[in-house]
């Protein structure tokens, strides 16, 4: 294996590692209190913002560009910036197309656990896994991948959905003293929700959900539950325009 794809099974990665550019981005929306100011104690997770997720991508979540101009709003003022990747390897076990008989959105039960099957997306080194060409980038940022093991789907970034193994996040935020972590995304309803609630219950640090720098898959009755599981974690669920430090 490569450098970088050794890091992948261990690690955070940098910019380089990972093989990503980066990039300006779009516009930032002009919604945050010109006070909030975070501290090197503070980072900012940037949830899955890749072409799949988008508008006319695999598996599209409605309205998933409108949450960049917030995103990029966020990204310069954080010293930490970490940006998860879904990064699943063809024939992922997560995939409706690898059980017969199954169709994306069921859920079936996988040695882990209850599973929804989805639309092969964010396949590594496809275009749909790219991240979006008006995200903001900024050269310091770092990737989390997750969901490249074949036989377990990730949700959080913190943990695969067995709920014992970690992708690295979890030791990175400790070695760089970050005690709280502001998170922003898609999906509201899985990959955000989860990851919040790992991060607020079982991280200990203490999680801030942007809510409107996030939007919703939309299954049945899941972001009832999302908005359930968040409360019960402790996650603190603001607007940009709430944000004070």
């Given at each position: 294996?490569?450098?970088?794809?050794?890091?992948?099974?261990?690690?955070?990665?940098?910019?380089?590692?990972?093989?990503?550019?980066?990039?300006?981005?779009?516009?930032?929306?002009?919604?945050?209190?010109?006070?909030?100011?975070?501290?090197?104690?503070?980072?900012?997770?940037?949830?899955?913002?890749?072409?799949?997720?988008?508008?006319?991508?695999?598996?599209?979540?409605?309205?998933?560009?409108?949450?960049?101009?917030?995103?990029?709003?966020?990204?310069?003022?954080?010293?930490?910036?970490?940006?998860?990747?879904?990064?699943?390897?063809?024939?992922?076990?997560?995939?409706?197309?690898?059980?017969?008989?199954?169709s994306p959105?069921?859920e079936m039960?996988?040695?882990?656990?209850?599973?929804?099957?989805?639309?092969?997306?964010?396949?590594?080194?496809?275009?749909?896994?790219?991240?979006?060409?008006?995200?903001?980038?900024?050269?310091?940022?770092?990737?989390?991948?997750?969901?490249?093991?074949?036989?377990?789907?990730?949700?959080?970034?913190?943990?695969?959905?067995?709920?014992?193994?970690?992708?690295?996040?979890?030791?990175?935020?400790?070695?760089?003293?970050?005690?709280?972590?502001?998170?922003?995304?898609?999906?509201?309803?899985?990959?955000?929700?989860?990851?919040?609630?790992?991060?607020?219950?079982?991280?200990?640090?203490?999680?801030?959900?942007?809510?409107?720098?996030?939007?919703?898959?939309?299954?049945?009755?899941?972001?009832?539950?999302?908005?359930?599981?968040?409360?019960?974690?402790g996650v603190?669920?603001?607007?940009?325009?709430?944000?004070?430090?």
């Amino acid at each position: 294996l490569a450098a970088g794809a050794m890091a992948s099974r261990s690690a955070v990665l940098s910019l380089a590692e990972a093989g990503i550019s980066p990039q300006v981005g779009a516009p930032p929306a002009d919604v945050l209190d010109p006070s909030f100011a975070p501290s090197e104690r503070d980072g900012l997770l940037v949830i899955d913002v890749q072409i799949d997720f988008m508008p006319g991508g695999a598996l599209e979540v409605p309205g998933g560009t409108e949450v960049i101009p917030i995103v990029n709003a966020l990204v310069p003022r954080f010293k930490h910036v970490v940006l998860s990747q879904d990064w699943h390897p063809p024939k992922h076990s997560s995939f409706a197309s690898q059980h017969d008989g199954k169709s994306p959105y069921d859920e079936m039960q996988m040695p882990y656990g209850a599973q929804t099957l989805w639309p092969d997306h964010c396949v590594q080194n496809t275009p749909g896994s790219a991240f979006h060409a008006d995200l903001a980038i900024p050269a310091g940022a770092r990737v989390c991948r997750k969901g490249y093991r074949a036989d377990i789907d990730s949700y959080s970034a913190f943990f695969e959905n067995d709920r014992v193994t970690g992708t690295g996040l979890e030791a990175y935020f400790k070695e760089l003293g970050v005690t709280r972590v502001y998170v922003v995304g898609l999906a509201y309803d899985f990959c955000v929700r989860y990851t919040c609630e790992d991060a607020a219950a079982r991280c200990g640090t203490t999680a801030v959900l942007v809510k409107d720098a996030t939007r919703a898959v939309g299954l049945p009755g899941s972001v009832d539950a999302a908005a359930e599981g968040l409360e019960q974690a402790g996650v603190q669920v603001v607007n940009a325009a709430e944000l004070r430090t």
